[in-house]
Structure formats: C-alpha cells, structure tokens
T-cell receptor, first 118, second 111 residues
C-alpha cells in the first residue's frame, strides 16, 4: 500500500513554455502532499506543502508565481512550472503523507519527474 | 529548526564487507528519523524509520539503524554489502510537519 505515482516521468520543453507535473496517491487519500526539487548530486529541497482545498505553503525563496501548485482532490496534486527556463531543469519529486491516524511525518515518495528545459 | 548532517559524501566498500553510514541530527524535540535509498534517476525508497521504542530499528534489505539520543545520531548499518546496494542514501528528520534531508552519501561497492 501507500503508492504514489508521478506523471510524466520525464519531460523536455522549450524555454518559455509551461509544464504540468501530476502527483497521485493511488491507494490512500492524502490531505497533504509535498513537492521537492533535487539538483544533480544534491539533496532534496522542499519547495512547498500542498494541502487539499487550500493554498499551498511555499518555502522561503520559492517563487509561488513560478511554481503553481494545485491540490484539488484528496488523491491529486499538480505542479506547474510556468514560463520555464533552463535553470528550472531539475528532478522534481512529490510525496504524500499518510492519512489521519497513520504515523505522523511519514511520507511516501513518487518516482520523480525529470524536467529538461531547452 | 531541524537539520541533518551526513559527514561522508562518498563511501567505497568491498562486496561482503560491513557498512556504516553516519547521520547526525539537530532537533529540539523527540525526532522522527528515516533512512531512504535512491538509485540514479529514481525516487526514494524507505529503508527504515524510527518513531519511538526500541532504539535498534530493522529495515528492508538487511539494513538496520540505531538511534542514540546522547549522540544525536542515527547511523545506518549493514553487516554484508551486496553490489546491488550501490546507490545514494539519505537520512532525514521529521519535525514541524516537514522532512529535512541530509546531503546524502553515495555508496560505491567494489568487487
């Protein structure tokens, strides 16, 4: 159980276009999802916390107008990279927290999305 | 705020040898501690976790970790490493509804 999927697994786009990445919890309802960014040979950096039905909470230094997050249902959160530029190229990973009553702070991670902006 | 230090960027061990990856954390309250493994281009797989109770935690793939509060450490161990264990390992501490990751340790296994 506790499977999280991401789509697409990789995407290549032209500079200036927007890209949407989906994160789904397949077998549980996730009121909270998280979006991370990982640069090559670096650790995961939390970008934002996504709560179902409310606005996402962004970490300091993350542009909310650049990285649009929508968590419209209990099983789906989306990250849209708007007007992408080469410096946005990275590995984006989402995670979902266990539903209420499960162990706190335990997150289940998706397989990641490799974004390359040309 | 919580923080995690993994002092070793790279570690190379021979296949069949024992392994210990170090992790030190900083957190004001009782920590929730995790070890994840990541293969190149892949997401994270949970190896083991500590929430409370027995300080020696068993995980998947023959890994274990020991929580030592006095040393603020949560080191990962495996008695005999297999070539398939080559990957990057991340220690993480949970607190304040967030996970904070260490910088990671890349494990290389030589035959």
């Amino acid at each position: 159980g506790a499977v999280v999927s991401q789509h697409p697994s990789w995407v290549i786009c032209k500079s200036g276009t927007s890209v949407k990445i989906e994160c789904r919890s397949l077998d549980f309802q996730a009121t909270t999802m998280f979006w991370y960014r990982q640069f090559p040979k670096q650790s995961l950096m939390l970008m934002a916390t996504s709560n179902e039905g409310s606005k996402a909470t962004y970490e300091q230094g993350v542009e909310k107008d650049k990285f649009l997050i929508n968590h419209a249902s209990l099983t789906l959160s989306t990250l849209t990279v708007t007007s992408a530029h080469p410096e946005d190229s990275s590995f984006y990973i989402c995670s979902a927290r266990q539903p209420e009553g499960g162990p706190s702070h335990e997150q289940f991670f998706g397989p990641g999305t490799r974004l390359t902006v040309l | 705020a919580q923080s995690v230090t993994q002092p070793d960027i790279h570690i190379t061990v021979s296949e069949g040898a024992s392994l210990e990856l170090r992790c030190n954390y900083s957190y004001g309250a009782t920590p929730y501690l995790f070890w994840y493994v990541q293969s190149p281009g892949q997401g994270l797989q949970l190896l083991l976790k500590y929430f409370s109770g027995d300080t020696l935690v068993q995980g998947i793939k023959g890994f274990e970790a020991e929580f030592k509060r006095s040393q603020s450490s949560f080191n990962l161990r495996k008695p005999s490493v297999h070539w398939s264990d080559a990957a990057e390992y991340f220690c993480a501490v949970g607190g304040g509804n967030k996970l904070v990751f260490g910088a990671g340790t890349i494990l290389r296994v030589k035959s």
